[in-house]
């Protein structure tokens, strides 16, 4: 009684390292007790968070593998010991690089950093794809490609492992 508002709801964590040989990034390793604690997961507002929310979808959903960007590599564990909690088995992770303006600035749908409508008006969808595609390690030179022949092309092995400097000519 108090308390203004309820309390958040945390789970208790082992002391357990959990490994998550990612396709990307390796091998990437933390012990939930030591590293981070245990973790929110619904807030005092009663809001759920991600943590929670994309354990639980991924796993209704029969998820088996998860690419994510590279920043979120650190929840993987903690995903990892939710779906043991929930009996959901564990997927494949991918973490890929973040793309960044040429400055060091991650780019974001918020900041309409690589506006698709005004890209559309520049460049051809092959164009871009090319571009995208050898920026990120997937082709070995920038030129104009199709999905279906990057897919083709595909090798986790072949992916960066550090973050993208884009330029968008």
């Not at 604690?37 to 979808?57: K, N």
């Amino acid at each position: 009684l108090a308390f203004d508002r309820a309390p958040a709801w945390r789970v208790k964590v082992p002391d357990r390292e959990w490994v998550v040989e990612d396709l990307v990034q390796g091998t990437y390793k933390e012990n939930l007790a030591t590293d981070c604690g245990d973790f929110v997961v619904r807030r005092a507002d009663g809001c759920y968070v991600y943590q929670l929310a994309v354990t639980v979808d991924d796993g209704e959903a029969g998820v088996t593998e998860v690419v994510r960007g590279m920043d979120l590599l650190g929840s993987a564990p903690r995903q990892m010991y939710l779906q043991s909690l929930f009996g959901f088995p564990h997927p494949e992770y991918g973490h890929v690089p973040m793309l960044l303006s040429p400055d060091g600035r991650r780019l974001s749908k918020r900041d309409k950093d690589l506006d698709l409508g005004v890209l559309r008006q520049r460049m051809r969808p092959e164009a871009l794809l090319g571009i995208l595609a050898s920026s990120a390690g997937i082709i070995d030179r920038n030129v104009s490609i199709s999905a279906a022949e990057l897919s083709r092309e595909f090798k986790w092995e072949n992916l960066r492992k550090e973050d993208i400097y884009l330029q968008i000519p």
